[in-house]
């Protein structure tokens, strides 16, 4: 469980960010090309790079297996911020312990949230939360593409003269995630309906459950930064075997040892339980492979979840070029 005394200071942090970035981006534009952006998680690196094409050199902080709840910023990232033109997060406080250099950083320079135009009736209130919207948007495709259009209209009001090309890289991009998201509900429909169950290390997969048709269930809450406790794995156990499920998942980005307590847990009660791989949830897969970009980490999830929980899908995903495929 986080303080009330957090949220109320994330609740400041996110009021005075407001203020700043409309203070500061009224008076920027690119000194020259490439200009310089920087960007906290790999799924916002991603889409800003797909939307600014060659004009801007796309930086992320945080890499491959890196969990954005628990990343402190280095010296050396708030250098890189305070040198860049542009900075984009995702915000809805995914990056919980970045608040502060942010609201800094944009007392001189335009800093975004990717999630700022999505409805908030859309968003998700996890009761154990505090009030707050799960941040995990990304996992469904419809909702980052908002993101995406998020990303090309700030592009576009940075650069004008540029404007036709960023609105038109988010409009092509946007399209590719409705593809993606047409994909994950054809084949996870084929998974049997008694079957469809997620479960993972913490709550990320809530978006993503509630776009496929899936109940989701994470051993850890929304938010890494709180352990899960005894009773918690307990319950989950029991629901495992009264529900008969087949398989659980490991997250790239959270250690393994609460899926691995649940399969312990469900063996010394006389039944199996296997782990269906590893889902990418607030990290993308290494860069320069497939799984590395949003689209491929999103097909990962979604073809890897439909055939580890019985259902059909192609071993190389929507677009054949998933690792396991090959
Ligand atoms: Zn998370």
Redesign the pocket.
């Given at each position: 469980m986080i303080p009330s005394a957090f949220f109320s200071a994330c609740r400041q942090f996110a009021s005075a960010l407001l203020l700043l970035i409309t203070a500061a981006s009224a008076h920027a534009a690119p000194k020259s090309y490439p200009y310089s952006i920087i960007t906290t998680v790999g799924m916002v690196n991603d889409i800003v790079k797909n939307v600014a094409g060659g004009k801007a050199n796309v930086t992320a902080i945080m890499g491959a297996g890196v969990?954005?709840?628990l990343y402190k910023p280095t010296r050396d990232d708030v250098a890189a911020m305070i040198r860049a033109d542009v900075v984009f997060y995702s915000g809805l406080m995914?990056e919980g312990k970045m608040a502060d250099t942010l609201v800094k950083v944009a007392r001189n320079k335009p800093v975004f949230a990717v999630t700022e135009l999505i409805d908030e009736k859309f968003l998700l209130e996890p009761p154990d939360f505090g009030g707050h919207a799960d941040?995990?948007v990304w996992m469904d495709p419809g909702a980052w593409a908002k993101c995406v259009e998020a990303v090309g209209k700030r592009l576009a009001e940075f650069d004008p003269a540029n404007a036709a090309a960023y609105l038109a890289d988010a409009t092509a991009y946007a399209a590719k995630c409705g593809e993606l998201h047409a994909y994950g509900k054809k084949v996870l429909a084929t998974v049997p309906e008694t079957s469809r169950v997620l479960i993972s290390s913490?709550?990320?997969f809530n978006y993503f459950g509630r776009a496929f048709g899936l109940k989701v269930m994470g051993v850890q809450g929304?938010?890494?930064e709180s352990e899960a406790g005894l009773q918690r794995i307990n319950s989950l156990v029991d629901f495992i075997v009264a529900n008969d499920v087949k398989a659980v998942f490991v997250e790239s980005s959270v250690s393994p040892k609460n899926i691995e307590a649940l399969v312990g847990g469900v063996k010394s009660r006389g039944k199996d339980l296997r782990i269906g791989g590893e889902l990418f949830?607030?990290a993308m897969g290494a860069a320069g492979t497939f799984e590395g970009t949003y689209l491929g980490m999103l097909d990962h999830n979604i073809t890897l979840v439909a055939r580890a929980l019985g259902g059909e899908a192609p071993k190389g995903g929507r677009e054949g070029k998933l690792h396991d495929g090959r």
């Open positions: 969990d954005p709840h995914l941040p995990h913490h709550d990320a929304i938010s890494t949830s607030d």
